[in-house]
């Protein structure tokens, strides 16, 4: 019956790319947190698909069945949530990739009701994974979600750069009107460059000197949400130097987007 579960799974997975998100789970023994060598590869085969780049967040959820203390299962689903983590963690998936990792106890049920007491218990000791797929916009959506990123194209710099300019400024008084309608709105400032040598990964700041050039892009952006009014406990900053250039110039690749971490 389990291995039956994971190939369904397995080959589920190739052809789930139009969805939006794509949802897994992988199944526990009763009252156990560890996983078996079978389930820890149905995780990694889905690491190494080569649909996994599409993803930007992922969101872990874990479950128990019905027995035992409700106390106890809520520890027991944390645990079976750090298991799953930890695998991803090992596996070369990022902490910043993986947004919400939550237990959420035992999963109540009518036994009087249910056709196949056993096999319910079975799906309901389980973690689900939730792969969020990257949409691009150039301004935030009415609707935003977990793994949206809002590249805008007026917040670039100069070559060398960090300073905001008076149309990023403007671009970003904009910005915080959207914000302020989605309050619970939580997101991550990532700063990039361009036209670095292969050997270096990021570019010097000419004001600082420093080769941390695209940190300061993202913290100046940080610094003037912060200013105008927005908390800075929705907000993170990180550099990623040159990993990530658009194709679309230099001038572009000298930017400063959102990404969406919480709604």
């Keep these: 019956m389990k291995r039956g579960f994971q190939i369904a799974l397995f080959l589920t997975f190739g052809f789930l790319s139009a969805q939006e998100n794509t949802f897994k789970s992988v199944y526990f023994e009763f009252d156990k947190f560890d996983l078996d060598k079978n389930e820890i590869n149905t995780i990694i085969s889905i690491i190494n698909s080569p649909n996994f780049s599409q993803f930007e967040a992922i969101q872990i959820y874990g479950y128990c069945d019905d027995r035992g203390s409700e106390d106890y299962n809520d520890k027991l ?9 930890e695998i991803l963690l090992s ?11 939550e237990g959420k ?24 994974l939730v792969f969020l797929k990257k949409s691009v916009y150039a301004f935030i959506p009415a609707n935003p979600k977990v793994g949206d990123l809002i590249v805008l194209q ?67 952006v940080f610094a ?20 990530f250039p658009l194709g679309k110039g230099d001038a572009l690749d000298r930017r400063v987007e959102f990404l969406v971490t919480k709604i």
């Design 224 to 243: 003037y949400l912060r200013s105008k009014g927005i908390s800075p406990y929705r907000m993170s900053y990180r550099g990623y130097g040159n990993q």
């Design 77 to 85: 689903s944390k645990k079976r949530v750090a298991t799953v983590q």
């Design 105 to 128: 106890g035992r999963v109540n049920l009518d036994k009087d009701k249910v056709k196949n007491l056993e096999k319910t218990r079975y799906k309901n000791r389980r973690v689900d």
């Design 154 to 220: 007026k917040i670039t710099f100069e070559m060398g750069s960090s300073i905001l300019s008076i149309a990023a400024k403007k671009e970003l008084d904009r910005t915080i009107v959207a914000l302020e309608k989605h309050k619970s709105l939580r997101f991550e400032i990532k700063g990039h460059v361009c036209c670095t040598s292969r050997k270096n990964s990021d570019a010097i700041d000419e004001k600082t000197q420093d080769r941390n050039l695209s940190l300061n892009r993202a913290k100046n």
């Design 91 to 101: 596996n070369g998936i990022s902490q910043n990739k993986i947004f919400i990792f």
